[in-house]
């Protein structure tokens, strides 16, 4: 049973489970009779509201999947009325399951004594629901100045910063199972199986906001469709159906404190000037309705963005492409697949790929344009320059995706040279890579053919015929070299090392470094690609060499 305190000056209702209620008459301020009836109107309603408001509280917690029994969730409580509401009702609706919450609030520093009344409303609140609570201090202008970020984004960086690692810590505890409960008044070992959330109050006008913000500065499709109930790290909105104006009448009515910040009433930053100036504009002259208008368009946009999230993810599958040798390069897709993309899948694919290398903002329609449009022209190679120091380039046929650390990586040192002359095992402890070269039966060898057939096995090995290759005349393994060639297998001529790459489009950045055994400037093998018809196993040969070639994992 939850005792519910209407903040009325004439009444308290006392609110069950049971939906039923009892009006109690304050004499002091009750004289009149009609005052009373309308007194004992409005409690109803306000009854009738609350209920309502919890039941559509449930249903999106049910309907999203959001949260379930089990599940442990840290909440982000600022004190304002929209992170209030939402404790209240959590702490509501998981009052008959075995659900854990726990709260956090983040102090800024922005506001001075301001900011740290509000952390003391916060934990004050919180220990009345006998809540778990942390504050958090950062200096959010300082580290703003340092990295060359705005307060907002800063401040919203650190506080899901904060929220994550406290989620990841619970996660933590819950896999070694040592999370430990007080039952009358001893401690126990508890182990709780179900996920772990992060809840945060983004309502209904919150998601029209962004929704509007983000179509005045020019998302694209996927953008409009605004925030998600659910993301995959786990953080949860159960308030997006929930309309600003009902949140604030509920914390009135349930008579819960609410801090004011002074700072969310100044027209300084955009998003206020859009909710203080231009949704109200809106409201009054076109649409009075605007706010779900915007989120009706949100709901269809976001039903658009699954169904692309399934296209992309097949051509994900189908473009993709393992170079086989340890690269730099992240991803790599294939150009002449991707050209044949509609646009429409094309450019969420470029998304999702930079989304996965940690470009997750600031990429813009004219960037995903400019990138779609150097893949799909004649003209190679080329490169474009994205945000935060991410770049995509077309080199021989291939689209590469590198990140800053990637590309302030230095170049591909040239490859030294080792020579072996006999049976072995050599390992380079520099690199990490090894070299084994050992005699084989032909019952071996048709084995090693199977697998090669099959790609049974991913490791770079070749068979020779040991009498022609003569391993005691000496094998040098390199990198490339000016006049080098190869007869590659199956060709009666030869062919410059040079043209081997382009033809099976090895980048240029890996060229140099690419493992070749030679003799001389004669290629008996370009590890991984092609081996030499001169020196290739045939029926007639007595005895045959495996030489396997396994690079760093590093």
Not at 114 to 141: C, T, W
Not at 439 to 463: F, S
Request: glycine residues 6%; neutral net charge.
């Amino acid at each position: 049973m939850y005792d519910i305190r209407i903040a009325d000056p004439i009444i308290h209702v006392l609110f069950a489970s049971d939906k039923k209620c009892a009006i109690r008459q304050r004499q002091e301020t009750c004289d009149q009779p009609e005052t009373l009836y309308h007194s004992k109107a409005r409690a109803y309603d306000i009854i009738i509201f609350m209920d309502n408001l919890f039941e559509q509280f449930c249903k999106t917690i049910a309907v999203r999947d959001l949260l379930n029994d089990g599940d442990q969730v840290v909440v982000g409580v600022s004190g304002g009325a929209d992170s209030i509401c939402l404790l209240d009702l959590l702490v509501r609706w998981s009052a008959d399951r075995s659900v854990r919450i726990y709260v956090a609030h983040i102090n800024h520093q922005l506001r001075g004594e301001a900011a740290d009344e509000d952390a003391a409303a916060v934990i004050s609140l919180a220990e009345s629901y006998g809540l778990p609570v942390r504050v958090l201090n950062y200096d959010v202008a300082g580290q703003a100045a340092e990295q060359g970020r705005t307060i907002e984004e800063m401040a919203r960086l650190v506080r899901y910063k904060a929220f994550f690692e406290w989620k990841s810590s619970l996660e933590d505890e819950t896999i070694r199972g040592d999370r430990t409960t007080k039952k009358d008044g001893t401690t126990q070992k508890d182990r709780t199986s179900g996920r772990v959330r992060v809840a945060v109050a983004h309502n209904q006008n919150d998601q029209a906001e962004t929704v509007l913000l983000r179509l005045i500065r020019g998302t694209g499709p996927a953008g409009l469709a605004g925030m998600e109930y659910l993301r995959e790290d786990g953080l949860i909105r159960p308030l997006l159906d929930i309309p600003r104006k009902q949140i604030e009448a509920y914390v009135s009515a349930r008579g819960l404190p609410v801090c004011q910040d002074a700072t969310n009433l100044q027209a300084t930053y955009a998003r206020n000037r859009l909710r203080l100036e231009l949704i109200p504009l809106l409201e009054q002259d076109y649409n009075p309705a605007i706010v779900e208008a915007l989120c009706r368009l949100a709901e269809n946009a976001a039903e658009d963005r699954e169904f692309f999230a399934g296209q992309v993810g097949q051509a994900e599958r189908e473009l993709e492409r393992d170079l086989g040798v340890a690269s730099e390069i992240l991803r790599v897709d294939d150009r002449s697949a991707y050209k044949t993309l509609p646009a429409a899948v094309a450019k969420r694919l470029l998304i999702r790929r930079f989304q996965t290398l940690g470009l997750d903002q600031d990429l813009t329609a004219a960037h995903l344009n400019a990138a779609d449009q150097m893949i799909r022209s004649h003209k190679s190679p080329g490169m474009i320059e994205l945000p935060r120091g991410y770049s995509l380039s077309v080199e021989s046929g291939r689209i590469r995706y590198r990140t800053p650390s990637e590309r302030a990586k230095p170049a591909v040192r040239q490859r030294r040279s080792r020579t072996f002359t006999d049976y072995g095992s050599y390992t380079d402890f520099e690199t990490g890579e090894t070299v084994i070269i050992k005699p084989i039966d032909r019952d071996q060898y048709l084995r090693q053919m199977r697998q090669n057939e099959t790609g049974g096995e991913k490791v770079n090995r070749a068979c020779f015929d040991a009498d022609r290759l003569v391993i005691d005349a000496g094998l040098v393994l390199r990198g490339r070299q000016a006049g080098d060639y190869i007869m590659p297998l199956g060709m009666a001529g030869t062919k410059k090392i040079q043209d081997l790459f382009t033809d099976v489009k090895i980048p240029l950045s890996a060229r140099d470094g690419w493992p070749l055994l030679c003799r001389g400037s004669e290629v008996i093998w370009a590890v991984g690609l092609r081996q030499s018809e001169k020196y290739k196993v045939s029926p007639e040969s007595q005895r045959i060499v495996l030489v396997e070639f396994s690079p760093s994992v590093c």
